[in-house]
């Protein structure tokens, strides 16, 4: 079955940088929408960023200009850079797919996720 497996998190401080991977397995991510979403502690989880089969990106707007979504076909790795992170930037990321080739960015629309990796922000 389709695995998605989330690294690179971890605990940094206000102004920090991460790159979040996410290693497919038994999925060509390339033929798909991927995206990354977040869930903080008592909320929703939230679109962050997704990434067409046609590489053509969305990002949520209040994280527009300091992350960045990009994908390695050859290793089959969805990355995320998050830069001048920020404390409300804590939460887990996860990594997930729609199994489509565009990209509509609701939770409720991604079937495939990944079992996430924890950011920790401290000012």
């Known amino acids: 079955q389709v695995q998605l497996l989330e690294s690179g998190g971890g605990s940094v401080q206000s102004g920090g940088s991460l790159r979040l991977s996410c290693a497919a397995s038994r999925y060509t991510i390339s033929n798909y929408c991927m995206g990354w979403f977040r869930q903080a502690p008592g909320k929703e989880r939230e679109g962050v960023a997704a990434l067409d089969s046609g590489d053509n990106p969305w990002y949520a707007d209040l994280l527009k200009g300091r992350f960045t979504i990009s994908r390695d076909n050859a290793k089959n790795t969805l990355y995320l850079q998050m830069n001048s992170l920020k404390p409300e930037d804590t939460a887990m990321y996860y990594c997930?797919?729609?199994?489509?080739?565009?990209?509509?960015?609701?939770?409720?629309?991604?079937?495939?996720w990944g079992q996430g990796t924890q950011v920790t922000v401290s000012s």
């Open positions: 997930a797919s729609n199994g489509k080739w565009y990209c509509r960015v609701r939770t409720a629309d991604f079937g495939y």
